[in-house]
């Protein structure tokens, strides 16, 4: 039984179910011994290379200010964002940190008037929406992976080939769809279940993502990360934003037509504040709530 579970696991590593059907024995073991490479070795070989970045020293002071300064906005004044700055900072939300390097989000610049009055309503019309002279709607992708490892690849391949590590190619390769894949209808998250519960008793495992619900985890943890961004740059350029999630989800994803496994992770209002705009000091509770020393 558990040798079964054990081959239905690595059908995950190439992700066609069909194509598995027809590999001999040979190239089972090959596939064995390369999906222990991939739990055992590749993400510690990941880090070599010799390349090398250095880094510059910024003004703690200056970082300080301005994320003491991001507030949420929730009346704007009537005044347009240049295109030019909400597509700087659509450019800086885009580098923020994000599981695997895979990008697991979407961002929707809604201009078209139609769509922003239906927009506004499906915020359920809250001043932060109606008010604003921009939204920008950010999608969590759980299912975005697939396409962006071939990406990854594609840039592996476009590089001089010996400067990327054998490791990193197995990885998005291999080890990406192993990890990420949950298989219809989550089936296949469900026998890794079987499997991680089991290895886990022996040794650390990472426990997930093992399920679709785990994989919309996965995609918002990253894009909220890049909304944060998206919000702080905003801010650096001397606009304000509000992020909403007091919207109509299903309505405001049949208006972006959405996928439906992609999610709105929230929407980001953007403008400059009027002088109404902030509903007051900002809150916050005592710290030793929140930050734990162990
Ligand atoms: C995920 C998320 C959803 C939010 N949704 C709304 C919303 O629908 N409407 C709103 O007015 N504010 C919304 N906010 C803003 C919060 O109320 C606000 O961040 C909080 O009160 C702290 O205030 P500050 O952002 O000025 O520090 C949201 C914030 C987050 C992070």
Do not use: D, E, Q
């Given at each position: 039984m558990n040798q079964q579970i054990i081959f239905f696991y690595q059908y995950n590593v190439i992700n066609n179910w069909f194509n598995l059907a027809l590999l001999s024995k040979k190239e089972y073991v090959v596939l064995w011994k390369e999906r222990i490479m991939a739990d055992e070795q590749i993400l510690n070989k990941i880090s070599a290379g010799d390349y090398t970045e250095g880094s510059k020293h910024y003004s703690a002071q200056e970082f300080t200010e301005l994320v003491e300064a991001r507030r949420s906005c929730r009346v704007y004044m009537d005044e347009p964002v240049p295109e030019s700055i909400i597509d700087k900072c659509l450019d800086l939300a885009l580098l923020a940190p994000n599981s695997s390097n895979l990008q697991p989000w979407k961002f929707y610049w809604v201009k078209n008037p139609e769509k922003r009055t239906k927009l506004n309503k499906y915020c359920l019309d809250q001043p932060a929406a109606t008010t604003a002279p921009e939204i920008i709607v950010a999608i969590a992708c759980p299912e975005n992976w697939r396409e962006t490892r071939t990406l990854m690849l594609q840039k592996f391949k476009e590089q001089d080939k010996l400067k990327v590590p054998k490791a990193a190619y197995a990885y998005y390769d291999k080890l990406v769809p192993l990890v990420y894949s949950q298989g219809p209808l989550g089936i296949f998250g469900l026998i890794k279940r079987v499997y991680v519960w089991v290895q886990g008793l022996f040794k650390p495992m990472p426990?997930?993502?093992?399920?679709i619900s785990h994989m919309k985890t996965w995609a918002h943890k990253s894009t909220a990360l890049a909304c944060e961004n998206l919000m702080l740059a905003f801010r650096a350029y001397g606009y304000d934003t509000c992020p909403m999630e007091g919207l109509d989800e299903k309505r405001v994803k049949r208006l972006l037509e959405l996928k439906s496994s992609e999610e709105v992770c929230m929407a980001i209002s953007v403008g400059k504040r009027a002088s109404n705009g902030i509903y007051g000091p900002r809150i916050r509770f005592d710290r030793d709530i929140f930050v734990k020393k162990i």
């Open positions: 426990r997930k993502p093992l399920s």
